[in-house]
């Protein structure tokens, strides 16, 4: 932990603090249980932020036996903070039953938040200026009495200082003269620009010189990041955000996107050694504990951060990365794609088949095979650019079939006889119906090395239940399909002209829980153009094992 930081102004060291389970839980549509909480903190533990604020023990019980389990984890990286409001108007801190339950956390910081706006005090909170300035103090000072790391939000900071400037001040220097720790400066309406965020830093660091100094910033105006990146610039120390970027209303800064940032263009160390490259696994770690998906074009770490679709692009980055990369993708964990298409060019597909077979080269006739065969199937619908699966399985096609027909011998292991042949399916739906877990029934006949297998399934879909029925047939010759899951699953209509008759393009994405992968199909037909997505998926699964195996032997 770096309590090392002594001056806003002067400090190499940036300390993060991720509020994912406190103000990222506050986002539409996210909800933790217990147990994901603990694992939250367990990979916000293991990237090495500062602090976890895990939540408002004051609000819910589910927070408060939160807190009680989580006194036993051991933590290498990280301390927990819970967070809360100044005492109630009124009352003494000692007899406020919310900021006993901050101390009942038992937690080594404490997060208080107050009104720097005057306009909250007079219209939201409803009290004089002078009783807002005194819960501030006295709250600052009795959790520093109690042994607290005591940081104070100060709420709407920004818009307070632009409303009534010496108010604003007065607010952070009562929290500060009361034995704060840390001041954060709050964007808590999301509204300001870079420029103002600069500006108030730099006020207040003039107004309480040799403090540590923190931001906080919401995303209502596109900037949250700018912001931040802001405000380090002009002295902040201390960062808040949430990991992913989820939170109340546009969001939180996303520490996956501003971390980097920081560390790599700033210069200013954030995490712990060699833990920046953990950033992209762990954010989609967290993602996937939060049941959401990490945005393809958020910064650093999205799939699309260091995706290359153009020709032109591709040619440029294969001699010299930083001519179309800002960063080697590999420092946040990341890794370059080459999106195949059909304005992908030659070296860009070349790039990606040498990585089945690294003997081909630009020049050689299966890349002209498949840049052609790529321009047939888009002008058809197909679209790889998203389904690395499909495009794999399209690239050992095509190399075993040149191989096949020049030098049959050195086919083998590109491409294995078919795994499986579908020989009938069926898919019948019933609206509506009686069942109350399913509407849909699946049956499907397979052939596998010469022996059929019949299985059925039901779903909650047409393609949920052929998914099922067909890896129920397949799992009796292929164990391991039974920890394959559809994880995504999306339809396009590739020319609305033609009503109900147009093609579909449907893209799913699989997971086996520790590798994704993509996959494609089109067709008039919705559930033939999903089973030949399905499809591939099966045999991408099947295929990868075999060249698993192959490598650690």
Known sequence: MRDTVVNSNTVSVVEILDTTLRDGAQGEGISFSLQDKIAVVRALDELGVSWIEAGNPGSNPKDLEFFRLAGKLKLENSKLCAFGPTRKKGIKSEDDPQLQSLLDANTPGVVFFGKSWDLHVTEVLRVSLEENIAMIAETAAFLKAHGKTVIYDAEHFFDGWLANSEYALSTVKAALDAGADRIVLCDTNGGCFPDTIADGVRAVAEKVPGTILGIHTHDDSGF??????????????????????????????????????????????????????????????????????????????????????????????????????????????????????????????????????????????????????????????????????????????????????????????????????????????????????????????????????????????????????????????????????????????????????????????????????????????????????????????????????????
């Open 224 to 553: 949250a990041s700018a912001n931040a990146a802001a405000a380090v610039k002009a002295g902040c120390r201390h960062v808040q955000g949430t990991l992913v970027g989820f939170g109340e209303r546009c969001g939180n800064t996303s520490l996956a996107a501003l971390i980097p940032s920081i560390e790599i263009k700033i210069g200013l160390p954030c995490l712990p050694g060699g833990k920046l490259e953990l950033i992209y696994d762990l954010t989609r770690q967290v993602a996937e504990i939060a049941n959401v998906s990490v945005p393809d074009n958020l910064p650093y770490v999205g799939g699309h951060a260091f995706s290359h679709k153009a020709g032109m692009h591709a040619d440029g980055i294969l001699k010299l990365s930083r001519s179309f990369e800002h960063i080697d993708p590999s420092l946040v964990g990341n890794e370059r794609s080459f999106l195949m298409s059909e304005v992908g060019g030659r070296s860009a597909i070349a790039e990606r088949v040498k990585k089945i077979d690294p003997s081909i080269t630009r020049d050689h006739p299966v890349i002209a095979e498949l840049a052609r065969k790529l321009k047939e199937l888009e002008a058809e619908g197909w679209q790889f650019e998203g389904a690395d699966g499909s495009f794999e399985l399209l690239v050992r096609r095509e190399i075993a079939a040149q191989l096949a027909a020049q030098l049959p011998a050195q086919n083998a292991g590109l491409l294995p006889a078919p795994f499986f042949h579908i020989e009938a399916y069926r898919v019948v739906s019933e609206h509506p119906t009686g069942e109350t877990l399913a509407c849909s029934h699946a049956w499907v006949k397979v052939l596998v090395d010469g022996q059929h297998e019949i299985a059925a399934a039901e779903g909650d879909g047409p393609v949920n239940a052929m998914d099922g029925a067909l890896r129920r047939a397949l799992t009796r010759f292929y164990p391991q399909l039974g920890k394959v899951r559809l994880s995504d699953y999306k339809v396009r209509v590739i020319d609305g002209k033609n009503a109900t008759a147009a093609k579909v393009r449907v893209l799913i994405e699989s997971t086996d829980g520790i590798k994704r992968w993509a996959t494609v199909g089109v067709s008039e037909d919705i559930i033939d153009a999903s089973r030949a997505a399905l499809v591939d998926s099966i045999e991408y699964k099947l295929i990868s094992d075999i060249e698993q195996k192959t490598k650690v032997h």
